[in-house]
């Protein structure tokens, strides 16, 4: 089966760094995104990875090891905007996206 | 570059009546969009995938007749939630999946999938 794993909830302070981890499992593999996606609101893409390494954008990275069906994102100087549901979507053989629930992160002043 | 808009954001409608949502790309083309559904703290969840002048796909256990979904253009794709029910009531949220930039450079992949803000609808 397809599945994805991250931790359901993360609490971290302004201005701090933190990692969120996914560990997946998929038919095929074609890339792994990350969306961010506030309450009430729609995802908004990230990033995207699809060779192992890592890929930085700004305040946020993203690395991934195909190897290990493992990606995480790091995001950086920690504003309180940066509160808001983190997802890892791998794309399958398909192309299709798979969907957890999510890390829900919350920035602690 | 990758925006894309949906209409209406909200919606309040009574049991039976149907209800149309545009999702439109509006600075490139989508030959593939599809439609999802959130309910609160929940995944989303992929209802159907469209693609350009073709029928839509749909995912198991979605009823096909009862979420009508229109791909006329490279850039609008509608669907229509015939004949609502209370538990038809849910956040539904379209993206489009094609190549965006800001002129300079090019970020995502042509797979990437970029959202449009989601339409509230609620039946009564």
């Known amino acids: 089966g397809q599945n994805i794993d991250q931790p359901t909830e993360m609490t971290a302070t302004e201005g701090a760094i933190v990692q969120i981890n996914c560990t997946y499992q998929?038919?095929?593999?074609?890339?792994l995104f990350w969306y961010q996606q506030h309450a009430g609101e729609a995802p908004t893409f990230l990033s995207y990875n699809v060779l192992d390494g890592l890929e930085e954008k700004g305040r946020f990275s993203s690395f991934l090891s195909r190897s290990k069906g493992y990606s995480y994102l790091l995001l950086k100087e920690l504003q309180m905007k940066d509160s808001a549901s983190y997802l890892c979507a791998p794309m399958d053989s398909n192309y299709q996206l798979i969907w957890g629930a999510g890390t829900k992160l919350i920035i602690k002043p | 570059g990758a925006v894309v808009s949906q209409h209406p954001s909200w919606v309040i409608c009574k049991s039976g009546t149907s209800v149309k949502i545009e999702c439109r790309s509006l600075d490139f083309q989508a030959t593939t969009m599809f439609w999802y559904r959130q309910f609160p703290k929940q995944s989303l969840m992929l209802m159907a995938t469209?693609?350009?002048?073709?029928?839509?796909?749909?995912e198991q256990g979605v009823e096909k007749d009862k979420f009508l979904i229109n791909h006329a253009s490279l850039t609008l794709s509608t669907l229509t939630v015939t004949s609502a029910h209370p538990e038809d009531s849910s956040f539904y949220i379209c993206?489009?999946?094609?190549?965006?930039?800001?002129?300079?450079?090019?970020?995502?992949?042509?797979?990437?999938?970029?959202f449009g803000p989601g339409t509230r609808l609620t039946v009564l």
């Open positions: 993206s489009a999946r094609g190549l965006a930039g800001d002129g300079l450079r090019l970020y995502g992949s042509t797979d990437t999938q970029y």
């Open positions: 998929t038919s095929g593999f074609n890339g």
């Open positions: 469209s693609n350009e002048g073709s029928k839509a796909t749909y």
